[in-house]
């Protein structure tokens, strides 16, 4: 299948590398003509262009660019493309771009590939990045269903779960597992540097070990993800930041008052319903 | 020197095992029996007892027994002890153990090795479990300093960098590394339980990965710890929660209000602080 790819970083090129050994054809754009060569010398592309216009040929196209740019390619990519093309995007909120791509292009599939790491740029693309990870399509009422069938049978011959929800249900689960630990984790470094005392500050920073380095650790990351998330799924993490917020009280209330057999309960539950989360 | 340890689990345990390397001799109080025989086939002490009698001849007693047993241990020990033996505890809360204990025994230090792991009793008792960890000494007014300086040349000898403070400084000082991070951490758990929309939450339970893995670790943990902490360090916990939930409302604000230049000088500057705990 010819399947074009625009931005062409960490998640692009490492689509690219493995939808190539799986017998496709690769179409890359980039913005950057040195990235285009980059991609041809790595064998991530087979034809590199900083034209969108080399997509024309393309039976799937997948935009792996930045959310806030994903709607104007898009619409800029429209011209070129045949009827039939499916378009999709690997952004890690939907519903914005769901409802900014589909009026756009009818045979738009919103997508998220969990996959990735900290590091970026086509230097950063590497193969099997993907392999056993989860790839949600978020597809609508007008979505035709063959585009979520080919786009599933793509993502499964990466090695990849797929799942297929709303892309309300999207943002709000990842809101729960992904966006809210960012917030709760950033606020637990941004409390400790208001200790005024600065010899308990010096000490908790010289006694700080793996819990906090745990804990603080999705938080201290790069801050351009967190403004990313809260800016495009804002809704959903606000919900989130209020349950969060009501339960704080609630625990705070009980080790106020000293409600020890309450607390224990807290602790038990959560201790046995976090492997849930880690399947 | 006779070193006596009350207590052979995990730390009491290790601690037996490096101290009998470094050429001090050992003498172990254990309630179980079974648990004498364990420690002197192991090579961990050189004699053992369940009774604290065993305990006359030591220089340096080190109790290494949950921290609710601390003081009515310190309390049984000191018809037995010469006056110039040094008693001092392992627990991870210090002002509570050094105001129980402090008027048993003037020649008592509090002490805090940041060592260990979720293993528990003697059979998980290791060499080297403390080289590299810290040691925290918490004297009072009237403490001796000879005995902090006999117990830092210890800790060092067992590769530990030493600290030396009050109960209260340390109590705080751990309030933000090690019992908040608990704290915010089960509360994550317990605020994506509310989560209403079955379709929602079980699709945050497949899609969750590292981020929520790391952030949720320590509060998904032992409950056995969490009360611990809670108990013993309630109002150093419950001064940082206070200020954590202040910290909290100032982003959930700057949210509701998108106030994006506020939230990314936020997450630039935790970005920053964070190596600064990570030493």
Known sequence: MKIGIVGLGLIGGSLGLDLKTRGHEILGVSRQETTCQIALEKNIVDYASTDLSLLAAAEIVIVCTPIGSIASIVARLVPYLSPDTIVTDVGSVKEPIVEACTPLWSNFL?????????DRGIHAAQTDLFTGAAYVFTPTATTPPVAVEKLEAIARALGMM??????????????????????????????????????????????????????????????????????????????????YRHSLDEIITQIERENWDNLERVLETNQQARPKFLN
């Not at 919103?110 to 900290?118: L, R, V, W």
């Not at 793996?210 to 495009?232: C, Q």
Request: net charge positive; aromatic share 4%; hydrophobic share 35%.
């Open 110 to 118: 919103g997508g998220h590939p969990m996959a990735g790491n900290t």
């Open 162 to 243: 797929t799942y297929v929800c709303s892309p309300e249900v999207h943002d709000r689960a990842v809101a729960w597992i992904s966006h809210l630990p960012v917030i709760i984790s950033t606020n637990l470094i941004t409390s400790c540097l208001q200790e005024r005392d600065s010899q308990v500050l010096e000490l908790a920073q010289k006694l700080a070990s793996s819990g906090f380095r745990d804990t603080s650790r999705v938080g201290g990351g790069n801050p351009e993800l967190g403004m990313m998330m809260a800016k495009y799924n804002r809704q959903a993490l606000l919900r989130s930041l209020a349950q």
